[in-house]
Nanobody, 115 residues
């Protein structure tokens, strides 16, 4: 069992920045990768960024150059630094822990970017 808890969402103007945090607990030694997903109203949930246990990262094209995923192993925490935010980044952002047998989701945190 793994638990993940997100924090750091909020309201920001276009061009601004936010940093999301995701704290993992439980059987963290089994985690292969951590990921950030987002779901906008009326749209499917999409993968935003991932980071593996070895530190390799991957991003969806729409956030490349603006978002950075990172991890602090000592704190069992993954971050998503979001810069140059756009109104189309507005969504509920979810953190997920990827284990061999399943994915564990957090409760989500709202990010709203005003124009």
């Amino acid at each position: 069992q793994v638990q993940v808890v997100e924090s750091g969402g909020g309201l920001v103007q276009a061009g601004g920045s936010l940093r999301l945090s995701c704290a993992a607990s439980g059987s963290i030694f089994s985690i292969n990768a951590m990921g950030w997903y987002r779901q906008a109203p009326g749209k499917q949930r999409e993968l935003v960024a991932t980071i593996t246990s070895s530190g390799s990262t991957n991003y969806v094209d729409s956030v490349k150059g603006r978002f950075t995923i990172s991890r602090d192993n000592a704190k069992n925490t993954v971050y998503l630094q979001m810069n140059s935010l756009k109104p189309e980044d507005t969504a509920v952002y979810y953190c997920a822990a990827e284990l061999p047998q399943r994915r564990y989701w957090g409760q989500g945190t709202q990010v709203t970017v005003s124009s």
